[in-house]
């Protein structure tokens, strides 16, 4: 117990010193998620030796992914990434995961892998739970690019859930578990009506007389969801990060007016500020280093399945964004849509506990998804920061005249509030089905005078008085 505590008291250590870390002025801003993988590695028993992976310190990280999906899946909003952004990322995931599987296929003929499903499942994942901090320290979940990062993030992430649930599982067949799946997903929604619609007069009074001492009911109902919503994923034979992800949405709709902000920061403090530096640094402790270093050809699988991931998730960018995303975003979109680490350790502990993946393959591309979670992110933000730095915006094409042109996903955020529904109404039908997008968006500003100029198929623009 001694040496499980010891361990636990450096870890905190480390996730007290990030931010710390993260704040000495440099050049380049490192993500706080950055340093504590980099930190668990070294701490761990392949370097310093000062953590072991106990029972204790274990536990605590699985509660972290746990609550590491939860608050991605709070953060979700639906009414922001609906419409296109939704239909690429869709499509965008069906094309990642047929060529991952084809490129599995080939590296299987050949015997560098033994399971062509397993290594396309893992190719073809985003790590949008990983994302959601870094990028919403760097302010980019409210630009205009937002509901694509995380419209792709969302379904990088939800269908290899999905997969993972359907073809990985060997406890029943493939239909048995469609059918626990379909069962799941009526009960998630199911709970969901019931937190948007049900509002009996007792629990309302006590979540807000409790609100601000130490009953804190909101909360409690909140990690209830989360806690249940987990249980029956296991139970269910499925991977608890779908449960903690559905527990999310459902709190996350629940909380999203102004008056409930409150319990969200409550519910960020015990992931953010606990539970969730627990698991990314017990994630570097865990790290396999002997057996990505066993060999020349075992290093080499990491920068091979580096790229791979590269490829498979960035290839839809090339194809399907091209209308919708400018030239300069795009290689920031393809490189936060190939970040990937939960699913694939999920992945390669599968691989490994049925005899279906080589160890080397296991630690390199578990090494390949850290490497992404670190470099990826890193240099994407670090290019979007450079262009807005530079005052490059290429969502605001400005012309000769007094008035600037500005894409319809822009002026929807602009016009998100409600707050000008005659406007609306006048000027612009269409925006009449997305009135509520982005809601809470802060700092809308009256645009009067707009007025419609033209139409295609991929974008309405009109003219706005800058």
């Not at 779908?242 to 999203?256: D, E, R, S």
């Not at 902000?261 to 015990?270: A, D, F, N, Q």
């Not at 209308?323 to 694939?344: F, G, I, N, Q, Y």
Request: hydrophobic share 55%; with cysteine.
């Amino acid at each position: 117990m001694d040496s499980e505590l010891f361990g636990l008291l450096v870890v905190a250590i480390i996730a007290a010193a990030a931010p710390l870390i993260v704040d000495i002025p440099r050049s380049v801003r490192i993500p706080v998620v950055v340093v504590e993988i980099l930190a668990g590695i070294i701490v761990g028993p392949h370097v310093l030796d000062l953590v072991q992976p106990d029972a204790l310190i274990v536990f605590l990280s699985s509660v972290g992914l746990a609550f590491l999906f939860f608050l991605a899946g709070m953060e979700i909003d639906f009414l922001q990434i609906r419409g296109q952004p939704a239909k690429l990322a869709v499509w965008g995931w069906f094309f990642s995961l047929a060529l991952a599987l084809a490129i599995a296929g080939v590296l299987q003929a050949t015997g560098f892998v033994l399971s062509t499903l397993l290594i396309g499942v893992a190719l073809s994942t985003t790590a949008i739970g990983t994302l959601m901090p870094i990028l919403r320290d760097a302010g980019e979940l409210d630009t205009p690019l937002g509901p694509f990062t995380l419209a792709a993030g969302v379904a990088g992430e939800f269908g290899p859930i999905i997969a993972i649930s359907l073809l990985l599982s060997q406890a029943a067949g493939p239909g048995v578990n469609a059918v626990i799946l379909i069962a799941f997903a009526v009960i998630s929604l199911g709970l969901g009506i019931l937190a948007l619609r049900a509002r009996p007069n007792r629990v309302v009074r006590t979540i807000e007389r409790t609100m601000d001492s130490s009953g804190q009911f909101a909360v409690r109902l909140a990690i209830l969801i989360l806690v249940a919503l987990v249980y029956l994923t296991e139970r269910f034979g499925l991977d608890v990060v779908l449960g903690a992800f559905a527990a999310g949405i459902i709190v996350g709709l629940v909380t999203k007016t102004e008056a409930a902000e409150p319990v969200r920061l409550k519910l960020e403090g015990i992931g953010f500020g606990f539970f969730i530096p627990i698991f990314f640094i017990v994630s570097g402790v865990k790290f396999d280093l002997p057996a990505l270093f066993a060999s020349v050809e075992s290093i080499l699988r990491l920068p091979l399945f580096l790229a791979l991931f590269f490829i498979v998730r960035g290839a839809p960018v090339l194809l399907f964004y091209r209308k919708d995303v400018p030239r300069p975003d795009r290689l920031p979109l393809m490189l936060t849509s190939a970040t990937a680490l939960p699913l694939v350790v999920a992945v390669t502990e599968i691989g490994l506990e049925e005899g279906r993946m080589l160890p080397e393959n296991a630690a390199a591309l578990v090494g390949a998804g850290m490497v992404s979670v670190l470099v990826f992110p890193l240099i994407a933000i670090q290019l979007r920061g450079k262009r807005l730095a530079r005052g490059e915006n290429p969502y605001f094409v400005h012309r000769p005249s007094p008035y600037m042109t500005l894409p319809i996903s822009s002026l929807a955020m602009e016009l998100g509030t409600g707050k000008y529904p005659s406007l609306m109404t006048a000027c612009w039908p269409s925006l009449l089905k997305t009135k509520r997008t982005n809601s809470r968006m802060r700092g809308s500003r009256p645009l009067p005078g707009a007025r419609l100029t033209y139409t295609n198929r991929n974008r309405e623009s009109a003219y706005l008085p800058e």
